[in-house]
């Protein structure tokens, strides 16, 4: 049993190895190197794919493409609409770090991977001192809390990412007016709100501009954008603005509605959070606060009728 065990952990630890140095991927010094070498090479005849394949690093050429192998047969065991509701999550969190489906779940390899050196280890160094069931129990624990931590990570810059956008958006929103009042269109007072303002929905505007000089229909990279974020106000905005286009009604009268709507319901959403206030501030008040009041009462009296007990002892 120790021995298989300990040849768990050796496993484990030369997995995670692997995937550490290649995920690191290429260095910025390596890269300028390659160049270097491509550039000065320009009048030398051509390298065959042998000696091409030979000047690769053994990370180029065995480590990464073993890694690329074991993250495809992870996806490929995954069910079918993981790797869309993957993808899904990422640009809802902004794709942080540029990661990709494929990166994501080697992130979450690695996890796995760590997670059972971890537990291992646990059930190791608690045995002695617990019973089996009680050192199973931690290493399942610590398995599972490593385990799930790339996606609870991911989920929680999703949800930061979407309230930023619903916080900012009514601000937005007013930004745009003003520009389109002025005379702007609606793509140049989108521009105007990317060189003005900073943050996941400029950065959004911006991806949409991008994607309008690649010949994008702007109803349709406004779409895109609403699921994108998974917002709702941003839905409704985008559904706002493309009817206003269908109809030929005024872009400025649409946001103006819409600004109206969107900071009523801002401050709507502030008083449903002042109301949950009481209920929240409940559970540290009886856990917390008043265990320390009934000591600072109830002590001070106590201690004077002890006292007073003694004295009457005598």
Known sequence: MELLLAVIVITSFLTIFLL????????????????????????????????????????ERVIWPMINKIIGAVIRMTPSGAAAVTQSKLDAA????????????????????????VG??????????????????????????????????????????????RKSLPDISDLLLVSVEAGLSFDA???????????????????????LRLGKLRAQALRDMAKRTGVEDISIFVAAI??????????????????????????QRIREVAAKLPVKMLFPLIFFILPAIFLVILVPGMLSIMQALGGMGR
Do not use: C, W
Not at 197 to 206: N, R, Y
């Open 94 to 117: 902004g794709n942080p770090a540029n990661l990709g489906v494929r990166e994501f779940f080697g992130v979450r390899l690695f996890g796995a991977s760590m997670a059972l050196v």
């Open 20 to 59: 550490v140095i290649g995920l690191r991927g290429r260095t910025e010094s390596e890269l300028v190197r390659k160049r270097l070498r491509e550039f000065h090479s320009g009048g030398e005849p051509e390298v065959d794919v042998l000696d091409r394949e030979l000047q690769k690093s053994f990370r």
């Open 242 to 267: 493309y009817q206003a286009d269908q109809l030929g009604v005024s872009v400025a009268r649409v946001l103006r509605v819409q600004g109206q709507t969107l900071r009523n319901r801002r401050v």
């Open 120 to 165: 291992l280890l646990v059930f190791f160094f608690t045995r002695p001192i617990m019973s089996l069931g009680m050192s199973l129990a931690a290493a399942i624990l610590f398995l599972v809390i490593i385990g799930i931590m790339p996606d609870y990570i991911l989920q929680v810059k999703v949800n930061a990412r979407q309230v930023s956008i």
């Open 189 to 211: 007072a989108m521009q105007r709100v990317v060189e003005k303002v900073k943050g996941p929905l400029s950065d959004e505007f911006a991806r949409i501009l991008q994607e």
